[in-house]
């Protein structure tokens, strides 16, 4: 069992490295879906603060999830947000345990743990994510966070 999860697990991080390297020349905008027939990885979306407020507005259907550590939500977080540790030994395993067919808005600090958590999300054929912008900083700063 823990073999196969090893090789899960590597097997994750090479399609991980193609993506990234792809990703880095496609536009934000692109579909954010995982075509089932295929099984192709399409790049997850951005999203800026102000796109979010408009979705919490339109009372869209989603999950907010923290992945910062309990230190850094300890001083402050986007409110009903869910919080799994990107640093934590079992985030994997936590993450697996999600709804895919959830929309989830995933943050950290700055958005950079944010877009790798979104992309281990996308290997696990989560239908729809995406990642916030500029992260939790970019939300406080923000002129109605």
Known sequence: MR??????LIACTFVL???ACANQSTSNEGNTSVSSQSNEITPFKNLTVKKLQQFQKENKAF???DVRTEN????GKIP???????????????INKLDRD???VVYCASGKRSAKACQIMQVL???EVYNLTGGYRAF???PNP
């Open 125 to 127: 054929q989560f239908k």
């Open 3 to 8: 073999l196969s999860l090893y090789y899960a």
């Open 72 to 75: 850094e939500i300890a001083k």
């Open 80 to 94: 009903s947000a869910q919080s799994i540790d990107f640093y934590s030994d079992n985030f994997k395993n936590e």
């Open 102 to 104: 959830t929309p989830y």
């Open 140 to 142: 406080a700063a923000s």
């Open 63 to 65: 999950t907010l999830l």
């Open 17 to 19: 490295l193609l993506t």
